[in-house]
């Protein structure tokens, strides 16, 4: 079994559970197996050893790091142009505005028709646009913790604000531009609308299944399943990090609140500070996995917002990062797309490599970016 990965220690539940599973686990794993995803009800093909394979694959070109700290043509960045012809602020630490090419809008119609098997239904909301640092060249990983902090009491402040007004509200980061992130400057985006996503909804069920059928939350028991065991990345009293027993893409993280909260703003200030802790030190290992900015889409499920009970509902953060190796991106394709998600190396072998990766970047190369927007 691996060595504890946690540096910050803290109480520990007896991490049995996993480790008895992992024991009787060994054949399996070397073999093509399916795992069972329980949030969403859904199953991912493992089949280890096919990264040996030769590569004829697409390799992906590392952005180059020679962006200034102030971009004239950026539309993030203090004091420019947006599309619209509004102009940002001279901000200094977090700035938010309303999406110019929302996919939400308030006020539109909820007309919902139906006709035999096609229906259809209006959807309303609102797409905030976040920008985490004023500095162009600045990503979440390389931001000094107190200002990482900012961007999480942004995060609790808008979703309970849109919350006040939406069902769903979701947080999320691309990063990166083979995530298609349109512009470099470090920034996230906040949408909130009337209907539970997909995801969400799946989610939802899940959870709520769980809770009825045990009494206890799915994910509180996940946590339980996993400290200590060979899946952690990194854990602190507050936190968990772990690559998901059931993880569809190469290096996805699941981060999960240890104790019960269900919404962000539920969140005080120590767990508010352990999380930005722990999140830089997550994305610090992973620009260092393969030592590049590493890209992801990452986003937070809180639960839904309006009145329903959210006993079921523990709050989490998903990463998906694209990349299998340095320069080698996986593609969701094919079997995929038509079948079931596969993929390539372990869980297991996934958080032995990230937790082999430094949880802080090179004194050098961090000095160079550090930036305090703070007084
Ligand atoms: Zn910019
Ligand atoms: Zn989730």
Request: glycine letters at 8%; proline letters at 7%.
């Amino acid at each position: 079994m691996t060595s504890n990965p946690g540096r910050n220690g803290g109480s520990r539940a007896a991490g049995g559970r996993a480790s008895r599973l992992d024991s009787r686990f060994d054949s399996l794993r070397s073999e093509p197996h399916r795992r069972h995803n329980p949030l969403l009800d859904e199953w991912v093909l493992v089949s280890a050893g096919r990264t040996k394979r030769p590569w004829q694959g697409r390799r992906e070109a590392p952005a180059a790091d020679t962006m200034p700290a102030y971009d004239p043509k950026c539309y993030l960045c203090p004091g420019n142009v947006r599309a619209n012809g509004e102009f940002n602020p001279e901000y200094a630490s977090t700035y938010v505005f309303t999406n110019d090419f929302s996919a939400l809008r308030p006020g539109t119609s909820m007309e919902r028709i139906s006709d035999g098997l096609l229906r259809a239904e209006g959807e309303e909301g609102e797409c905030h646009v976040l920008c985490f640092s004023p500095r162009h060249n600045q990503t979440l990983a390389r931001m000094p913790v107190t200002d990482v902090r900012r961007v999480v009491d942004v995060w609790a402040t808008e979703s309970q604000d849109l919350g006040s007004r939406h069902r769903w509200v979701q947080v999320f980061e691309n990063r990166g531009q083979i995530m298609g992130a349109s512009n470099p400057h470090p920034h996230g985006q906040i949408w909130a609308g009337s209907a539970l996503p997909r995801d969400a909804a799946k989610e939802d069920a899940t959870q709520a299944g769980y809770l009825a059928e045990s009494g206890r939350r799915l994910l509180l028991d996940y946590v339980a399943q996993e400290l200590d065991g060979p899946r952690v990345v990194d854990q602190n009293d507050d936190w968990l990090v772990v690559v998901p027993f059931w993880a569809s893409w190469p290096y996805e993280t699941l981060l999960l609140s240890r104790h019960p909260a269900t919404h962000l703003h539920d969140l005080d200030d120590a767990r508010r500070d352990s999380l930005a802790a722990i999140l830089v030190r997550l994305l610090t290992r992973y620009d260092n996995l393969f030592g590049l900015s590493f890209p992801y889409s990452m986003g937070w499920h809180q639960a839904p917002f309006g009145g329903a009970s959210s006993d079921h509902w523990q709050l989490h953060a998903h990463f998906l990062p694209p990349l299998l190796r340095a320069n080698v991106r996986k593609f969701m394709v094919g079997y995929e797309l038509l079948a079931e998600t596969q993929r390539d190396l372990t869980p297991e072998a996934a958080a032995a490599d990230l937790r082999a990766a430094s949880p802080a970047h090179d004194v050098a190369s961090a000095s160079d970016l550090a930036f305090s927007t703070g007084p």
